[in-house]
């Protein structure tokens, strides 16, 4: 049985343990999940259910499909999809 849908499990509810925010560093996230940082790449990028992009320093940071179409400005969806983060 593969380990990913519980890891995957493991992120969001870390994600969902931490305050609430648009974007959450991986950092943060492999702190509360107890998973390794290439463990949470694997999930992330293997999911539907993360999008990911960099923060103002170009440092990784990931967020939910949902939160990100709820919460995410149009215009940044945008500039997302020619940056190939596309929802």
Known sequence: MSTEP???KRILDAIESL?????YKI???AQRSKLSNPEIYEVINSSDDFVSSTDDHMQPVVTTRDRFR????FFRKIVGAFKNRID
């Open 70 to 73: 709820k919460t995410e400005p």
């Open 6 to 8: 519980k890891n995957e």
């Open 19 to 23: 305050p609430a925010a648009q974007w």
């Open 27 to 29: 950092e943060d996230i």
